[in-house]
């Protein structure tokens, strides 16, 4: 009995998890948005271009960390190449 009910709650879940799986393709990059992308990539670079300058007038703070924190990912990502070839 038991192996019955546990077989029967895999294929429930199999089941659910496929369901979800399907919901959450809506919203991960498939061909759509790609073509968006192609389609629209001068109004896209405007916008970030425009997000960018407004950073630098309201909160420049938050433009400095961001810098920083790039800055480190840079060097320890050399760190960790280095230790990995020698």
Known sequence: MTDNKLKEENEKLK?????LE???KVYTNN????????KNNDIIKEK???YMNKIKETNPDKLKEWRHNA??????????E???NN
Do not use: F, G, T, V
Request: no cysteine.
């Open 31 to 38: 061909n759509s948005h790609k073509k968006y992308y192609e």
């Open 82 to 84: 280095n230790i990995i």
């Open 48 to 50: 970030a271009r425009n």
């Open 71 to 80: 800055y480190m990912k840079r060097k320890a990502k050399l760190q960790n």
């Open 22 to 24: 399907e919901r959450l």
């Open 15 to 19: 089941k659910r998890i496929y369901e």
